[in-house]
């Protein structure tokens, strides 16, 4: 059975920083992964997906992901964080040889302090 | 295109009685996918409807039952409502209905408490 844990509950960070948000998953069989992001009182959007191809994946509002199958991890990263980026982010994993049904990790909570 | 609704977004009901929340996905979108949200579970995914018919089935107790009718709207229905009900219920939509790979576009959620 396939799971995603989300290595960090909490990450702060202070504007225009790096960061990078954890993401291990386990599964037997080939694999899709999605980050989302959550932003308060809404529903989730999505930041990217790797289905297949290039491991390096890049999203929307600058974020971008790395799918390292040996070490079954798929982090997400920003080079330079905003206020804005303050939001609950969520990593996703979902089977392509076996159930359909994604499943979400915890969620990570990034702060980003002025 | 008009996005994911859910209503209504907030309900209040008291344990015994049952709800019905509704959804209705962004035109086109034949998939529509129900996930429970807690502060303990996470997020949990409950089914999946496709062109009116349950395609994918999560691991909740027969309480939680839903349809899809043939505009895709979705409703979703608890009965016999339990304290540990009390969540965000999230409905999406996708295009094709391959949940494997689509991207799900997420309403708002409908935000349920049981007293």
């Known amino acids: 059975a396939q799971s995603v844990t989300q290595l960090d509950s909490q990450v702060p960070v202070f504007e225009e920083a790096p960061v990078e948000l954890r993401c291990n998953y386990s599964?037997?069989?080939?694999?899709?992964l999605f980050w989302y992001v959550q932003y308060p009182n809404q529903g989730l959007q999505l930041l990217l997906k790797?289905?297949?191809?290039?491991?390096l994946v890049k999203g929307i509002n600058g974020f971008e992901a790395e799918f390292n199958k040996s070490q079954t991890s798929f982090h997400l990263r920003k080079p330079s964080v905003h206020i804005s980026d303050t939001a609950e982010y969520f990593c996703?994993?979902?089977?392509?040889?076996?159930?359909?049904?994604?499943?979400f990790g915890r969620g990570t909570s990034l702060i980003v302090h002025p | 295109k008009a996005g994911v609704t859910q209503t209504p977004r907030y309900l209040i009901k008291t344990r015994g009685q049952q709800v019905t929340l509704s959804c209705s996905p962004i035109s086109g979108h034949r998939s529509v996918s129900w996930y429970q949200q807690t502060p303990g579970q996470g997020l949990q995914f409950l089914f999946e409807y496709f062109s009116e018919t349950q395609r994918n089935k999560g691991n909740f107790p027969g309480r939680f039952s839903g349809r899809q009718f043939s505009n895709s709207r979705s409703e979703m229905n608890v009965s016999t409502l339990e304290l540990g009900d009390s969540a965000l219920y999230l409905c999406a939509s996708s295009p094709t209905g391959g949940i494997s790979t689509d991207t799900q576009y997420f309403g708002p959620g409908t935000r349920l408490t049981v007293l």
């Open positions: 599964s037997s069989v080939s694999v899709y």
């Open positions: 996703a994993v979902s089977e392509g040889g076996g159930s359909y049904i994604p499943t």
């Open positions: 790797y289905l297949s191809g290039s491991t």
